[in-house]
Nanobody, 124 residues
Framework: QVHLVESGGGLVQAGGSLRLSCAASGRTFSNYGMAWFRQAPGKEREFVAAIGWWYSGSTFYGDSVKGRFTISGDNAKNTVHLQMNSLKPEDTAVYYC????????????????WGQGTQVTVSS
């Protein structure tokens, strides 16, 4: 079992930045693909970014956030971060952290563990 807890959400003006964190516990962190998804009201859950330590720390991003968001992690602290810059009102959503054993899929249904989510609101 993997337990995930997100933090760092809040209200920010367009063009601003936020840093989300996801603290993981319960299993060997480095064996899991860690991802961020987001879900806006009335929309499907969307892939944002992912990182895989066993995969040489490779990172992957959704098209809508490339060049603005950066995923990183601290393996020793079992923590993943999502640095969000140049935020837009359309980035407003609940952001979720997810974990998948030795895999980095982009479909949310394929992930085994989820955090409770953290709200990000970007005002225009």
């Amino acid at each position: 079992q993997v337990h995930l807890v997100e933090s760092g959400g809040g209200l920010v003006q367009a063009g601003g930045s936020l840093r989300l964190s996801c603290a993981a516990s319960g299993r060997t962190f480095s064996n899991y693909g860690m991802a961020w998804f987001r879900q806006a009201p009335g929309k499907e859950r969307e892939f944002v970014a992912a990182i895989g330590w066993w995969y040489s720390g490779s990172t992957f991003y959704g098209d809508s956030v490339k060049g603005r968001f950066t995923i990183s992690g601290d393996n020793a602290k079992n923590t993943v971060h999502l640095q969000m810059n140049s935020l837009k009102p359309e980035d407003t959503a609940v952001y979720y952290c997810a974990a998948k054993y030795y895999s980095i899929p982009t479909r949310p249904a394929e992930y085994d563990y989820w955090g409770q989510g953290t709200q990000v609101t970007v005002s225009s």
